[in-house]
T-cell receptor, first 115, second 113 residues
Framework: AQSVTQLGSHVSVSEGALVLLRCNYS??????LFWYVQYPNQGLQLLLK??????LVKGINGFEAEFKKSETSFHLTKPSAHMSDAAEYFC?????????????FGTGTRLTIIP | EAQVTQNPRYLITVTGKKLTVTCSQN?????MSWYRQDPGLGLRQIYY???????DKGDVPEGYKVSRKEKRNFPLILESPSPNQTSLYFC????????????FGNGTRLTVT
């Protein structure tokens, strides 16, 4: 079974600073990896996903993530934080499973931006 | 506009009183799923459906029922709600049968007293 660990339930960064949200996964087969963002009182929106191919994945709102198989990591980064980035972020993993590629979510990281 | 619509957004009920949370999507997606979100636990899958009349249990199905009589609708039914089902619930859908959910509803916050 696959699993995801998000390091840090709360992260605070200053506006304009680098954003780094950490995600490590466990999977017995090559995984698909995702980052979702949840703004207050809203559902989750897909930020980016890795399935195969290029290991550096670019998403919406200037975010990107790099799949590192040797480190079993899929950390989310953004060079310069904006106030509008304040939200909760979820890393998720799925694996091929004969028709139900169920997503397993991490416990989430709440990102606060300091003006 | 492509969307997943859940109703109601907020619901307060008492133990044992049957309730239904509706979910509808307008994208002709085959795959639909229900999740519950609890602090410190992330999202956990309750039930999923790969197509009309095809449903199966997720990780935390106890105390819930679902049905999929039409492609667009996937209601979540709590026959006898209990306080431990107080949670934030999300419906989601995906174009790919069995594929990861890409479209989420805005959630239903349920409180059972």
């Amino acid at each position: 079974a696959q699993s995801v660990t998000q390091l840090g339930s709360h992260v605070s960064v200053s506006e304009g600073a680098l954003v780094l949200l950490r995600c490590n996964y466990s999977s017995s087969v090559p995984p698909y990896l995702f980052w979702y963002v949840q703004y207050p009182n809203q559902g989750l929106q897909l930020l980016l996903k890795y399935t195969t191919g290029a290991t550096l994945v670019k998403g919406i709102n200037g975010f990107e993530a790099e799949f590192k198989k040797s480190e079993t990591s899929f950390h989310l980064t953004k060079p310069s934080a904006h106030m509008s980035d304040a939200a909760e972020y979820f890393c998720a993993v799925s694996v091929p499973n004969f028709g139900n590629e169920k997503l397993t979510f991490g416990t989430g990281t709440r990102l606060t931006i300091i003006p | 506009e492509a969307q997943v619509t859940q109703n109601p957004r907020y619901l307060i009920t008492v133990t044992g009183k049957k309730l239904t949370v509706t979910c509808s999507q307008n994208m002709n997606h085959e795959y639909m799923s229900w999740y519950r979100q609890d602090p410190g636990l992330g999202l956990r899958q309750i039930y999923y459906s790969m197509n009309v009349e095809v449903t199966d249990k997720g990780d935390v199905p106890e105390g819930y029922k679902v049905s999929r009589k039409e492609k667009r609708n996937f209601p979540l039914i709590l026959e006898s709600p209990s306080p431990n089902q107080t949670s934030l619930y999300f419906c989601a859908s995906s174009l790919s049968p069995g594929g990861p959910p890409l479209h989420f509803g805005n959630g239903t916050r349920l409180t059972v007293t």
